[in-house]
């Protein structure tokens, strides 16, 4: 097999971290939602989560201040919601109307979860060492939520410039974890 070289700038596209998610923040007068797709597990127990947000991102601000969010995982379903979340910025926008998307009261945050996403976690900002040089948030994970009824989530995965995979197909090889 023959490679070519690849641009640096779309590296990142072959590093899809996982599913998009809608990081959801309190605000000061209304919630705010962003679509993510720059985060990692980091930790099992208790469970982190590292997120990259841009310094100029609104919700960058709100996550900064407020100390914690939502992160609510959407299903291929939610697509078009989503690609509006992206869209659009939270500063002069209310992305839950406008997007057609439903704050619920989340339980140990006050940052609202995605009623429309089949799995929501709510997470405080547990180490913030890495976020003026990188963006890099360290979330704790403190209540997780999942729909029960949705047996195998097809989720969006972001390949760069409005391309997404799909998850689908799963397979199941030995494994030595216990």
Request: net charge positive.
């Amino acid at each position: 097999m023959a490679k070519r070289s690849y641009p640096l700038a779309k590296v990142y596209s072959l590093l899809e971290p996982g599913p998009v998610l809608l990081l959801a923040t309190a605000g000061k007068t209304r919630p705010n939602v962003m679509a993510l797709s720059w985060h990692m597990p980091m930790e099992f127990e208790p469970p982190l989560v590292g997120c990259v947000l841009g310094n100029r991102d609104y919700s960058f601000d709100l996550l900064k201040a407020a100390r914690e969010c939502t992160l609510n995982i959407p299903t291929v379903d939610l697509a078009d919601q989503v690609v509006a979340v992206g869209n659009c910025s939270g500063r002069d926008t209310d992305k839950f109307q406008s997007c057609g998307l439903t704050a619920k009261p989340a339980k140990l945050v006050g940052a609202p979860l995605v009623a429309e996403c089949y799995a929501s976690l709510e997470c405080r900002v547990a180490d913030t060492r890495l976020v003026n040089r990188y963006g890099l948030f360290i979330l704790e994970v403190v209540q997780a939520w999942v729909d029960g009824a949705v047996k195998a989530p097809r989720t969006l995965h972001h390949r760069g410039w409005g391309v997404f995979m799909v998850a689908g197909e799963t397979v199941r090889l030995a494994s030595g974890m216990r």
